[in-house]
């Protein structure tokens, strides 16, 4: 890779492409003043193959920003746009790559310590990249021509995208004289959102306790339950809390809270997400993929979500398409351990990456319940949800709430179910997600009604600590400023006069805990409006809530570490942001529309 002073750089590459039926002598562009990249063929147009602009601003505002286009000339082949997308990302974000692959895979390494599981997963990468392969025809002779199959075709796609990402990464990685990565790397960085389940479902030993046992218990529970009373004395109190805190241990993974709202009078439609998990992963890229797909049956040319380096999709799952669908999801616990017997791969059987299948749902369907038919054909186990798909399309301000507005889908091993919940959107004017099953045969398999049977509240969908403040504040939620509060909210130690955790909130801060500190909790928080989605465009903060809370820092006022040996390679140290506004062509300050 050329370095220089001037503005412009021209560098040939060498990329075999030319079996993808592209014109020979790719030349790559690079723009400095406009951190641009571009890849040219030779086809007599200023646009080229694919470009890229990136702006790294997670010193300042705790986001970087890339906005990714491929060409819409029919003399590009998609295998080749998409290749060439992942190519350009790969090199525009080649140190975030390295800084985030670094970080997690020392947070797996102390994880391996205790569950001895990541040679098992890294097989079952290693066997989804095959079946990919075999599927999409990446074999000799065929690998040229696209599969009939159109879900296949998407599969081929995403596919060359991230192996452009990775030779790209690889070009950098050579250069810098730094460790490179495989596609299993990849693979890995992508399933990420699933890692908490993967790592349990195949720890041998929990494999063995599975094997011996002759009954499933609730593993993780008091064996001497007590049930939260209302107005309960010391003892209640004092056994409430117990409990409390072994939940909130078990909380302490990948978890979100979400809210679809209505506004009174049905005169706006808002949704949130805030996102759960270590804050050694935030290395955040806010993402715009512009990448027209003809003859691929795709209702999506631009994909606009929150995201991480060195991964095609979103990973936290906030995904706005210009199809007008709105994806986000909280993921949902499995208290009955031994349905991990239901995981797909268990012990082996290679599958569609959950990732992919993700992706190639959100391209093909064009309504709510189009994406949860699709996605309803897989369910690999491994990764637990409720997923929130809102369809602005049938949205129109102050009018009634049509059908199909709505949908949820839950999914558990052994068990998935979908529905139109616009009814119950109409009837209470907002639906909260806070990692609990609302549809009872989820219920039932993930281990839920029996542990609310046994231990009250904590599990229940309508009565937990998250479901009774999304209850109390929805109400009051009638502007994005509302919003931006209540997906921020983090009122530990006290809520309501009543004593709190600190993961408990809307925004976890799971680092407040007084007897067991943790640098995990919220690390972000984005939200949309009608008008706000219908230009792709978020409001969007980074970085622990310091909404009435201090703000996080990895340094203590005297210069130590807080939490030594806790990887935040290429983060700034205090994470006192203020909330941003991005869209499709750049970032600024706040504009709360209520007119569009």
């Known amino acids: 890779m050329q370095v220089g002073t001037g503005a412009l750089y ?16 790719v030349t790559m562009y690079f723009e400095k003043r406009a951190h641009a990249l571009r890849l040219d063929a030779g086809l007599g147009s200023k646009e080229g193959i694919a470009w890229g602009f990136y702006t790294d601003n997670i010193a300042s505002s705790g986001w970087s920003e890339l906005r990714v286009f491929g060409s819409s000339l029919n003399t590009v082949t998609n295998d080749v746009k998409m290749y060439s997308a992942g190519y350009v990302e790969g090199l525009l974000t080649c140190v975030r790559i390295s800084q985030y692959y670094a970080n997690v895979h020392s947070l797996l390494m102390a994880a391996e310590a205790s569950h001895h ?77 699933e890692m908490t389940t993967l790592m349990e479902a195949y720890e041998p030993q929990k494999v063995s306790d599975r094997a011996k046992a ?12 007590v049930v939260r009373r209302e107005g309960g004395g010391a003892n209640d109190t004092a056994a409430a809390a117990e409990e409390d805190a072994k939940w909130e241990q078990r909380m302490r993974k990948s978890r979100c809270s979400a809210l679809v709202r209505v506004k009174e009078n049905n005169a706006d439609l808002y949704v949130g997400h805030t996102t759960w998990a270590d804050y050694s992963t935030m290395t955040r890229i806010y993402k715009y993929y512009h990448l027209p797909l003809p003859g691929a049956e795709s209702m999506v040319t631009m994909l606009a979500m929150s995201s991480y380096p060195g991964t095609i999709h979103s990973g936290d799952t906030y995904i706005m398409a210009d199809s007008g669908l709105v994806i986000t999801e909280t993921q949902l616990e499995l208290i009955d351990f031994f349905k991990y017997d239901n995981v797909k791969d268990f012990p082996f059987n290679a599958h569609l990456p959950n990732w992919v299948h993700l992706l190639i749902t959100t391209r093909l369907a064009s309504t ?86 046994s231990h009250g509240a904590l599990y229940s969908v309508n009565d937990c600590p998250r479901c009774r403040i999304f209850k109390g504040a929805a109400p009051g939620i009638n ?48 939200i949309t409006s009608r ?66």
């Open 117 to 193: 599981a990541l040679l098992q997963i890294r097989s079952q990468l290693e066997a989804q990249v095959g079946f990919m392969k075999a599927n999409i025809n990446l074999v000799e002779h065929i690998w040229p021509e696209e599969p009939t199959d159109i879900k296949w075709k998407h599969g081929r796609y995403l596919l060359f995208q991230l192996w452009g990402m990775m030779d790209g990464y690889n070009v950098a990685a050579r250069h810098f004289k730094v460790h490179e990565l495989s596609l299993v790397d990849f693979f890995l960085l992508n399933s990420m959102g």
């Open 531 to 596: 008008c706000l989605q219908g230009a792709l465009t978020s409001q969007i903060i980074s970085g622990p809530t310091h909404q009435g809370q201090a703000v996080f820092s990895w340094k203590q006022s005297d210069g130590r570490l807080k939490f030594p040996g806790v990887p935040w390679r290429g983060l700034p140290e205090r994470w006192g942001f203020d909330w941003l506004q991005t869209g499709p062509v750049g970032e600024g300050g706040l504009v709360d529309l209520d007119v569009c």
């Open 368 to 453: 709510g319940a189009e994406w949860a038919k699709i996605w309803s054909t897989q369910n690999t186990g491994t990764l637990m949800s409720q997923w929130l798909v809102v369809d602005y399309n049938l949205y129109s301000a102050g009018k009634p709430l049509p059908d199909n507005l709505l949908w949820i889908v839950e999914q558990v091993p052994g068990q998935i179910e979908s529905r139109d919940m616009t009814q119950y959107l109409r009837s209470n004017g907002y639906w909260g997600s806070v990692n609990r099953p609302f549809f009872q045969s989820v219920r039932d398999v993930s281990g839920f009604t029996k542990a609310q049977a």
């Open 214 to 225: 002759s009954s499933p218990p609730l593993v993780f529970l008091q064996k001497n339950a």
């Open 479 to 526: 502007s994005l400023l509302d919003m931006r509060g209540t997906m921020q909210r983090n009122g530990y130690p006290f809520q309501a006069h009543e004593p709190m955790l600190p993961g408990h909130d809307i925004a976890a801060r799971f680092d407040l805990d007084p007897t067991m500190p943790l640098p995990n909790g919220g690390i972000d928080s984005k």
């Open 10 to 25: 021209e560098v040939t590459l060498n990329i075999d492409i030319e079996a993808m039926n592209a014109p020979a002598g």
